[in-house]
């Protein structure tokens, strides 16, 4: 995907701050930390168009990244952070839960999922209701440079079956690090937005 343009356009925290251009939105949902502002700025091959931290809980808002005038990357806080939300099954906030249960303009929902580890009850619980939207759905498995690439298949399958993926949801890998799985992601990405015209 070539960028010719990548801008923050707006910090929402509610459907009144929602844009109104009708761009398909692909929207970063995962734990604190799981690496969705770095997505955003690796697939745009920017380092500092969204804000990333080492720390849990950075992004608060819901953030809209415009690319060449014609989509949405949407930035949200992590769930998983207890400072940072409300007891919300997802633990989410509740702009968050009704931003992705009520907006239209959703055309695909990306759940990261930190590689390393097995995934926990909140994003087995968060998979599951994200599922349940009956939006176009996928896992990108997040830090793959911090595993050695003979057990990425095995953390992959255990990602798949501990959610409970149906064979239709990909499961790609990805790292900020290389660069790996750009391609294929923003590949996926064009055939949803193909199909949605
Ligand atoms: N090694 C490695 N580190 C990564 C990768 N992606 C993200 N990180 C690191 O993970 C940390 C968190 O990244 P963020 O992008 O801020 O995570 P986030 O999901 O936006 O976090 P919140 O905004 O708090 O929900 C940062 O220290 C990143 O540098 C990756 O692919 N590889
Ligand atoms: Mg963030």
């Excluded at 692909?26 to 745009?44: D, E, P, T």
């Excluded at 064979?167 to 294929?184: C, N, W």
Aim: aromatic fraction near 8%.
């Amino acid at each position: 995907m070539k960028i010719i343009s990548a801008k923050c356009t707006i910090s929402a925290v509610g459907p009144n701050q929602y844009p109104n251009t009708g761009y398909p939105e692909i929207v970063m949902v995962g734990r604190s930390n799981v690496g969705k502002s770095s997505l955003i700025n690796s697939l745009c091959t920017r380092h500092a168009l969204a804000r990333t931290s080492g720390q849990p809980g950075k992004t608060q808002t819901i953030n809209y990244f415009a690319i060449n005038e014609q989509m949405y990357l949407v930035d949200l806080p992590g769930y998983g952070y207890v400072e940072a939300s409300k007891a919300k099954p997802t633990e989410w906030g509740e702009f968050i839960t009704n931003y992705l249960r009520n907006r239209q303009m959703i055309a695909l929902i990306v759940h990261l999922i930190d590689l390393r580890h097995k995934p926990m009850k909140n994003d087995k619980n968060a998979s599951e209701w994200l599922m349940g939207l009956n939006i176009p759905y996928i896992i990108v498995g997040t830090k793959a440079d911090k595993i050695s690439r003979g057990k990425l298949p095995a953390h992959i399958a255990a990602i798949r079956k501990e959610l409970m993926l149906p064979a239709h949801v990909p499961a790609l890998i990805y790292s900020k690090e290389t660069g790996e799985g750009r391609d294929e992601l923003w590949r996926h990405v064009r055939s949803v937005l193909a199909g949605r015209e």
